[in-house]
Each structure stands twice: as structure tokens, then as C-alpha cells.
């Protein structure tokens, strides 16, 4: 089994910042593509910032010069530090990961449970 854990969401002023913290856990044999998602209230779910094994980053164009994604393979772990927030970036940030499994040997996609971020104007 895979699990993806997130943490580090809550409230925040407009202009404040956060960080959002992913760990990969259980039988992994390797990691490609991880990334954030958010999905706000009546509207679909977004990518906000990806990263490759290699470090390769996109951002969606909202968030670009203000989050920044980062990961460290060796731990298994991905990280969205975001600063400058505004009200527009209010909702469900969800860790995305695409994995093989130790003994599967095929690309997966699995998702976080989702973590809230609010920012109040």
C-alpha cells in the first residue's frame, strides 16, 4: 500500500504565507511526478505547481512568483511554500504523486486526503 499524508494548512491573513508538507509512505520502488492540486468551492480541481524526479518545476500561471514547489527524494517527500497569499488562493490543497510500487512495476496515481487553506482578507 501507498499512503500520501499532507500537512501544514490552516488560516492566514491576505499577504501572509504558508507551507504545505507531503510524505509518500509504504512499499515505493520509485517516485516520478509529484505536485499540489487545490480545488476551491463549485469549481474543478487545479494543479497548482508539479516537480519531476529531477527537479524540473510548472506553476500554474496564478501562483507563479509566489509558491514555490520543492522535494526531497531521498525522503519521499514533497513541500509547497507559499507566500503572498490572497483570498483567491482559499481551498483544498491535495498532494499528488505518480508511483511504482515495489513489486506492482506500474506508474499509479495516488492523491492525499487534502489539507484546508483559508486566507482572509
Same mark, same amino acid.
Given at each position: 500500500? =501507498?499512503?500520501?499524508?499532507? !500537512? *501544514?494548512?490552516?488560516?492566514?491573513?491576505?499577504?501572509?504565507? @504558508?507551507? @504545505? !508538507?507531503?510524505?509518500?509512505?509504504?512499499?515505493?520502488?520509485?517516485?516520478?511526478?509529484? *505536485?499540489?492540486?487545490?480545488? #476551491?468551492?463549485?469549481?474543478? /480541481?487545479?494543479?497548482?505547481?508539479?516537480?519531476?524526479?529531477?527537479?524540473?518545476?510548472?506553476?500554474?500561471? !496564478?501562483?507563479?512568483? /509566489?509558491?514555490?514547489?520543492?522535494? &526531497?527524494?531521498?525522503?519521499?517527500? =514533497?513541500?509547497?511554500?507559499?507566500?503572498? @497569499?490572497?483570498?483567491? &488562493?482559499?481551498?483544498?490543497?491535495?498532494?499528488?504523486? #505518480?508511483? =511504482?510500487?515495489?513489486?506492482?512495476?506500474? @506508474?499509479?496515481?495516488?492523491?492525499?486526503?487534502?489539507?484546508?487553506?483559508?486566507?482572509?482578507?
Amino acid at each position: 500500500q =501507498v499512503q500520501l499524508v499532507e !500537512s *501544514g494548512g490552516g488560516l492566514v491573513q491576505a499577504g501572509g504565507s @504558508l507551507r @504545505l !508538507s507531503c510524505a509518500a509512505s509504504g512499499s515505493i520502488f520509485s517516485i516520478n511526478t509529484m *505536485g499540489w492540486y487545490r480545488q #476551491a468551492p463549485g469549481k474543478q /480541481r487545479e494543479l497548482v505547481a508539479g516537480i519531476t524526479s529531477g527537479g524540473s518545476t510548472n506553476y500554474a500561471d !496564478s501562483v507563479k512568483g /509566489r509558491f514555490t514547489i520543492s522535494r &526531497d527524494n531521498a525522503k519521499n517527500t =514533497v513541500s509547497l511554500q507559499m507566500d503572498s @497569499l490572497k483570498p483567491e &488562493d482559499t481551498a483544498v490543497y491535495y498532494c499528488n504523486a #505518480a508511483i =511504482v510500487r515495489t513489486g506492482v512495476y506500474s @506508474l499509479k496515481n495516488y492523491w492525499g486526503q487534502g489539507t484546508q487553506v483559508t486566507v482572509s482578507s
